[in-house]
């Protein structure tokens, strides 16, 4: 094997050498993987050798002469003629002919008992016999979750992450990720990075395009496009949002939306009613009278402070911001922004929280007297340090947060 410190310029490769590296350093976790690829592989006994872009007895081959010459990525063997053969790909699609030829190669060379795993971003519809296919999230999940008190089966579970942030930021990685969402993990002991934020949002939001409930009870759109770029290297944060199906060919600022942003500080979870939304869908809000607004705002409040009771420090989130633009591509400068609890609109039912209406009034009466570039948001904020950030279960806040919004949100789109 070469040095674990010699990486390479592809990103593809510097993936396989660091899952090659670790397997080769821990004969252990080199035999859970063998199981785990195929469990009913009976696996010789003795050591195990992991080969990069080499048949063994030979000399090893440049990655390049490698690919060249039909050699597959990885070649696991012992004694005998059994041997794993490993094939990943990032972005290429894996053709079976290069599958075969592997096949052809391993026998050429005396061995009779061979498999053979691809490792790619997706598995696909028509798949060889005898191959097993497994996605790159798969390999993710099982070294997180699958392996017990194996330090280089964290180390590769580390390095997919800092790879797939490098990926996404270089452009490289295409939809399919390389891992699965687990939780958006800054606090105390992880200070907030731009790089590592842009990768876990677009981790949630492919989770959270697939839930049943938000397609189900806020229609959703599963399939409508979000940000074209995540930006904010320079920001405070980055953030997504997720279409309703009514608005997938509508610019998203002419249209409510759920929005999702991690911070610095926290985490935004939120229904946006943006300045380009119909007129109408204000009046909405407005048009039955200050106290029927607030009482829908205490519909809402209450369903997500719900929601939020496992969170510490969690609590529901109104605001309101005017902003211009200088140009057409410059960044908005905000005139005014309002943000408070809504449980402010009505303490009587929290204790510590001081009834102060004239909160709630500043929305009501920026929305009926709208003469600005406005745009109104009701949701919640999660600020880091509670351990429930740091899970997959997360999503189940996220979701619930918007759904609790759909008083709110059914009241906004009514066309009657």
Not at 86 to 106: C, G, W, Y
Not at 111 to 128: G, H, K, N
Not at 202 to 209: I, K, Q, T
Not at 365 to 393: F, T
Request: hydrophobic share 40%.
């Amino acid at each position: 094997m070469r040095s674990i410190f010699d990486q390479y310029d592809a990103p593809e490769n510097r993936l396989t050498h660091a899952l090659g590296c670790c397997l080769e350093r821990d004969p252990r976790l080199l035999r859970q993987f063998i199981r785990w690829v195929r469990p009913d592989a009976t696996v010789p006994m003795g050591r195990l050798e992991v080969l990069e872009q080499q048949v063994p007895g030979t000399p090893a081959a440049s990655w390049d002469e490698g690919e060249s010459k039909g050699l597959p990525d990885l070649w696991i063997h012992g004694q005998g003629g059994w041997c794993l053969l490993v094939e990943s790909k990032v972005q290429a699609k894996v053709s079976d002919d290069q599958l075969r030829r592997h096949f052809r190669t391993a026998e050429h060379n005396g061995f009779t008992d061979i498999f053979l795993l691809v490792l790619a971003p997706e598995i696909p519809s028509r798949q060889l016999p005898d191959v097993t296919y497994q996605t790159w999230p798969d390999l993710y999940v099982w070294l997180r979750h699958g392996v017990r008190k194996s330090v280089w089966a964290a180390c590769m579970g580390e390095y997919m992450e800092v790879a797939e942030a490098r990926m996404i930021a270089n452009d490289y990685l295409g939809v399919k990720p390389l891992t699965k969402f687990g939780g958006i993990p800054f606090g105390p002991d992880h200070p907030y990075v731009y790089r590592d934020a842009k990768r876990v949002l677009r981790l949630a939001m492919a989770e959270l395009r697939q839930r049943s409930d938000l397609r189900r009870r806020l229609d959703m759109d599963p399939k409508g496009p979000g940000l074209t770029a995540i930006t904010g290297r320079k920001g405070t944060g980055v953030w997504d949002f997720l279409r309703f199906r009514e608005a997938r060919n509508l610019n998203f600022t002419a249209y409510p939306h759920l929005t999702l942003g991690i911070g610095t500080q926290e985490v935004l979870v939120i229904v946006i009613l943006p300045n380009g939304a119909p007129a109408y869908m204000r009046q909405n809000l407005t048009r039955r009278g200050f106290d029927e607004f607030v009482a829908l705002v205490g519909q809402v409040e209450a369903g997500i402070s719900k929601v939020l009771r496992p969170i510490r420090g969690a609590c529901p989130w109104m605001e309101a911001k005017q902003r211009h633009y200088p140009s057409r591509h410059a960044a908005p400068i905000v005139d005014a922004s309002l943000e408070f609890n809504p449980q402010t609109a009505d303490g009587s039912h929290h204790p510590n929280v001081k009834t102060q209406p004239e909160w709630a009034d500043a929305i009501f009466r920026s929305l009926s007297q709208k003469r600005s570039n406005l745009q109104v948001g009701i949701g919640a904020v999660l600020p880091y340090g509670d351990p429930h950030l740091c899970s997959s279960g997360v999503l189940d806040v996220i979701a619930g947060v918007w759904l609790a919004c759909r008083p709110w949100i059914r009241t906004v789109l009514c066309k009657k």
